[in-house]
């Protein structure tokens, strides 16, 4: 009688420990299935419309009516002291209206974009740059390299 209660015990443990096992594995891969699931795209004011087709590599780009972009010319005689320049930030840049980080932001810029650079801020910590499409604004000093 006492070996039949012991091995009711014995089996009575194991299964719970069983029970409590299984149960922490399956909330555990549930968790990690929950979390691992990337969040949706954020879609901003200024970002391009999605097309839901892409166009095969070699199809012929539509003519939209607008110009191709060319090379902005070299800083002109008048542009005393202006020169061309090459953004070497990895990240890009934010072209802001103002010498300040809270100023409004313009647009960007990407790395390797060439820009001339018109002035800088009295402090040196800021460059007044002209962008591809004639626009103007502000970036951070030190994200520049001149172009020879």
């Known amino acids: 009688?006492?070996?039949?209660?012991?091995?009711?015990?014995?089996?009575?443990?194991?299964?719970?420990?069983?029970?409590?096992?299984?149960?922490?594995?399956?909330?555990?891969r549930y968790l990690i299935n929950r979390l691992s699931a990337l969040p949706p795209r954020p879609v901003f004011a200024n970002d391009a419309p999605a097309s839901d087709t892409l166009a095969p590599p070699n199809a012929a780009v539509p003519?939209?009516?607008?110009?191709?972009?060319?090379?902005?010319?070299p800083p002109s005689a008048a542009e005393v002291g202006a020169y061309s320049a090459r953004v070497t930030q990895?990240?890009?840049?934010?072209?802001?209206?103002?010498?300040?980080?809270?100023?409004?932001?313009?647009?960007?810029?990407?790395?390797?974009e060439d820009v001339?650079?018109?002035?800088?801020?009295?402090?040196?910590?800021?460059?007044?740059?002209?962008?591809?499409?004639?626009?103007?604004?502000?970036?951070k000093a030190g994200n520049t390299q001149p172009i020879e």
């Open 1 to 28: 009688m006492k070996l039949q209660g012991l091995a009711k015990f014995v089996i009575g443990f194991l299964m719970a420990i069983a029970i409590l096992f299984f149960a922490g594995v399956s909330t555990a």
């Open 63 to 73: 003519d939209t009516g607008q110009p191709s972009p060319v090379p902005f010319p």
């Open 90 to 112: 990895p990240a890009g840049l934010v072209l802001r209206a103002e010498p300040s980080r809270d100023s409004e932001a313009l647009g960007g810029l990407d790395n390797n």
């Open 116 to 139: 001339v650079v018109l002035q800088s801020s009295p402090d040196g910590e800021w460059l007044r740059v002209r962008v591809n499409d004639g626009g103007e604004g502000w970036i």
